[in-house]
C-alpha cells in the first residue's frame, strides 16, 4: 500500500505557474498508475490528470489540456503536475492518488484510486 503526501500548493496570480509534487512512501510506487483531482469549495472532486506506471502515457482532463503537464520520477517515487497559465477556476485543493486501473474512462473515476494525499490548496488570483 502506497502513501502520499501532496506539496507545492499557494496563492498565484492568473497566468502564472505552479509546480505540484506528491511524494510516496512504499518500495511498490512504480506499480501504480498515478493521478491527480482537484475539488473546489462546493463542488465534487473532479480528475485533472493520470499518468501510467511507466510515465510512457497519460491523460487529460479537457479543462487542463494544453496548460498541465503530469510526470513522475520512480526513482524519487514522487509524481509531478506542471501548471501553466493558471486561471482563477483552477482554485481548488489538488489530491495525488494511485491506482491500478488504466484507460481512458478507468482513469477518470474517483472510486479507482487509493491512498489519498491531504492535499494542497492551489490559489489563483484574477
Known amino acids: 500500500q502506497v502513501q502520499l503526501v501532496e506539496s507545492g500548493g499557494g496563492l498565484v496570480q492568473a497566468g502564472g505557474s505552479l509546480r505540484l509534487s506528491c511524494a510516496a512512501s512504499?518500495?511498490?510506487?512504480?506499480?501504480?498508475?498515478m493521478g491527480w483531482f482537484r475539488q473546489a469549495p462546493g463542488k465534487e472532486r473532479e480528475f485533472v490528470a493520470a499518468?501510467?506506471?511507466?510515465?510512457?502515457?497519460?491523460y487529460y482532463a479537457d479543462s487542463v489540456t494544453g496548460r498541465f503537464t503530469i510526470s513522475r520520477d520512480n526513482a524519487k517515487n514522487t509524481v509531478f503536475l506542471q501548471m501553466n497559465s493558471l486561471k482563477p477556476e483552477d482554485t481548488a485543493v489538488y489530491y495525488c492518488?494511485?491506482?491500478?486501473?488504466?484507460?481512458?474512462?478507468?482513469?477518470?473515476?474517483?472510486?479507482?484510486?487509493?491512498?489519498w494525499g491531504q492535499g494542497t490548496q492551489v490559489t489563483v488570483s484574477s
Open positions: 512504499g518500495r511498490t510506487f512504480s506499480t501504480y498508475h
Open positions: 499518468i501510467n506506471w511507466s510515465g510512457g502515457s497519460n
Open positions: 492518488a494511485a491506482t491500478v486501473h488504466w484507460g481512458a474512462i478507468a482513469t477518470r473515476l474517483r472510486n479507482n484510486y487509493a491512498g
